[in-house]
DNA sequence: AGGCGCACTTTTTTT
DNA sequence: AAGTGCGCCT
């Protein structure tokens, strides 16, 4: 395909957006009005002007999507779009940091993801009572909001836990005392790769000049879902660097990550001379599946600006089905699929994707696939570098790699019968400072607790690290044995298969750092482990990671009262605008069916002392209006938001079609 | 003291 | 599935 049958393919305001002339925009695009498509033809458009591909930089917000734009532009351009970039904010700051660390002041660092960065925090606040002070997670994560939105760290305290607002001052030590562990340590956490390139940018002309003269022209998609720290990076660079921005403030879904539609409001003051362009027209779904949609967000007290119109006009009535309890509801989900699939409505399995909203409320829909054998893959679960049996294995190569590294000193000392965290900490201050292969060696072999299996472990990744995946079997040959007692009542058959992936996935690399900092940065799910040989598959996702999919049918589960917005929100407006804008996400996925499921009785709702859910008075489909759904009720219960089950009947009940 | 095993809760969302 | 608390063991 050429470039005219790309551009011939766009609408009035696409093609004004593909090839304006150089100079700053940003693209107001709702969902389904072809973002994609159009960041798509503005690369393409700009190679074929003659700008070199390797100037061109998109920055997308997952991997996946980052991918699926280069290879679309690749599909129509072909060779001359070969170098082309397009990776996540992080993946780009990490390039930067890997290819000069000693301008960015950062050689010799490791990357440490959220797991470890909460290790680190548990490291530095101690032991102390659970009201004593927040637990070491949601001190990572206050830490890292305050960052990534450039707030101080009191006022981020007081929205985040307003109840440990008065002790601020002994939790600024522990802010204090990890930032000076951290550094010890030569740590960057997911925060410091952004923060880094953006203060020497901001701080170097010498730093920032040479970033900008590797592009010419940046294009970001989800725009809507940058923060002020990402803001910061893209700043310094806008008078040497045509930016392209698309976004939609509809869908801003990332607030607890400090996402702030100030970058999409602020935009034309911020940049002189911008120009704003808006894709109005919904190319994706039907008019009904838009009304049930423009209904939400016209509900809301923000005023989103947008009602959008389907060009394909009309077709089927979304549906809304109503269960006893989540079980039934996942099973006849499945039983859906499985009918339409039989009787011609969809074609294949991919056909059909199930929106969840948090990756735990999946394992309701996993089993129940699972029991009909209808293939499927699951988007946003567990990351494979994340699970602790893979973390177990790979801290024996990261001490090698870098024998500076507590963290994994700590986790791989705590594996061995005998060791706990006291034996471990202490046996870490005996090898943190030694850099000698033989000398660490030997102090491992001293220590009575610690098995003899511990040192040969370590001994095997030490002659082998220059090959990581050498280096991963010989260490598990020493380790699996400790690994299978640990796990054995913990799904050992299921983990053992992703080591046996890890091991396969290593064999593309050589250096332990490099093949560990790839996979953080550019996770690699479990599930796509398992499934990859399977192409036609039913796709179950959370809605975050749905972000820029489509799908045929769409079933948006669990739209229950106490869900949508999730009990945790009530009471903080600005979060029951973002859960809306996550159902919003969910429901113009859809392109011909919109199913959506709900409880009668939410399981997982936060109750009072009476067991009573809380006044359900936000629930969003309150004052659904008659007429945009079909409605279908399954359960013996009537459909009451607020119900006390009786005594003895909770949870069992079987739901039956009426 | 330190470690282990058991029972218990408690789950947003992601780079 | 993983974190936490508690009592018992070495």
Avoid at 418 to 428: L, M, Y
Avoid at 469 to 480: F, P, T, W
Avoid at 581 to 596: M, N
């Amino acid at each position: 395909m050429s470039i005219e049958n790309l551009l011939g393919e766009l609408n009035q305001s696409q093609l004004r957006a593909a090839c304006m002339p150089s100079q700053h925009a940003l693209i107001l695009a709702g969902a389904g009005t072809g973002k994609t498509k159009t960041i798509v033809a503005r690369a393409a458009y700009l190679i074929s002007i003659g700008i070199p591909a390797y100037k061109i930089l998109i920055l997308a917000f997952t991997r996946l999507s980052a991918k699926e734009i280069v290879e679309r532009v690749k599909m129509h351009l072909g060779d001359e779009a070969q170098a082309l970039q397009a990776s996540t904010f992080h993946a780009w700051c990490y390039k930067l940091i890997h290819r000069a660390p000693k301008l960015f002041g950062c050689q010799g660092y490791s990357i440490i993801d959220q797991d470890d960065q909460g290790q680190l925090f548990k490291l530095v606040r101690g032991k102390v009572e659970k009201s004593d002070l927040p637990a070491a997670a949601d001190l990572r994560d206050l830490y890292s909001l305050a960052r990534n939105t450039n707030q101080s760290l009191a006022a981020t305290l007081e929205k985040m836990f307003p109840e440990f607002y008065p002790k601020k001052d002994r939790i600024a030590d522990i802010m204090m005392a990890y930032e000076h562990r951290k550094r010890e340590r030569r740590y960057l956490d997911y925060d410091d790769i952004l923060d880094v390139v953006a203060k020497h940018i901001a701080g170097s002309e010498k730093i920032r000049s040479w970033v900008a003269s590797q592009i010419d022209h940046l294009l970001v998609d989800e725009f809507q879902d940058t923060n002020p720290l990402q803001w910061q990076l893209l700043d310094p660079l806008k008078d040497d660097v045509t930016l392209f921005c698309v976004g939609d403030d509809a869908q801003s879904i990332y607030g607890f990550r400090g996402a702030d539609f100030q970058n999409v409001h602020s935009f034309s003051s911020r940049v002189k001379g911008a120009k704003i362009l808006k894709l109005q027209e919904n190319y994706r779904s039907t008019q009904e599946i838009l009304d049930v949609s423009n209904w939400l967000l016209s509900q809301s007290p923000l005023d989103y600006k947008k009602t959008l119109t389907a060009v394909r006009g009309c077709g089927r009535k979304p549906a809304l089905h109503t269960f006893s309890d989540e079980w039934a509801e996942g099973r006849w989900i499945v039983d859906d699929i499985i009918h339409r699939k039989n009787d011609g409505v969809t074609t294949e399995w991919r056909d059909h994707m199930i929106l969840v909203r948090s990756g735990f409320a999946a394992r309701i829909i996993e089993p129940a696939l699972l029991a009909k054998n209808v293939p499927y893959r699951f988007v946003g679960g567990v990351r494979l570098l994340e699970s602790q049996h893979i973390r177990d294995l790979l801290s024996a190569l990261r001490v090698v790699a870098n024998p500076q590294d507590e963290i994994a000193w700590m986790r791989f000392l705590s594996l061995w019968r005998g060791v706990g965290e006291k034996t471990a900490s202490k046996i870490v201050e005996k090898t943190l400072n030694l850099q000698d292969d033989i000398e660490i060696i030997d102090i491992l072999k001293l220590e009575s607790k610690l098995p003899d299996a511990a040192a040969n472990a370590i001994e095997a990744v030490m002659a082998n690290r220059d090959n990581v995946c050498v280096a991963l079997k010989s260490a598990y040959a020493v380790m699996e044995k400790m690994l299978a007692d640990k796990y054995q009542n913990q799904n050992w058959d299921k983990r053992e298969k992703d080591i046996k992936a890890v091991e396969k996935l290593a064999e593309k690399h050589t250096s332990i750092l490099a093949f560990i900092e790839e996979y953080l940065l550019d996770p690699i799910h479990s599930s796509q482990v398992k499934t990859r040989e399977i192409d036609d598959a039913v796709t179950l996702t959370t809605i975050h990671s749905a972000k820029g999919m489509e799908c045929q049918t769409c079933y948006v589960v669990n739209v229950s009262p106490g869900a949508y917005p999730s009990s945790h929100s009530i009471g903080d407006e600005a979060a029951v605008e973002e859960e809306r804008r996550v159902l919003y996400v969910a429901l113009t996925r859809a392109k011909d069916d919109l199913i959506v499921t709900r409880q009668v009785r939410n399981t997982w709702s936060v109750r009072d002392d009476q067991g009573k859910q809380p006044e359900p008075e936000t629930y969003f489909f309150n004052d659904l209006p008659a007429g945009l759904f079909d409605e279908f009720m399954h359960s013996r219960l009537p459909y009451i938001p607020d119900i006390n089950p009786p005594d003895g009947m909770s949870g069992i009940h079987i739901g039956i079609a009426i």
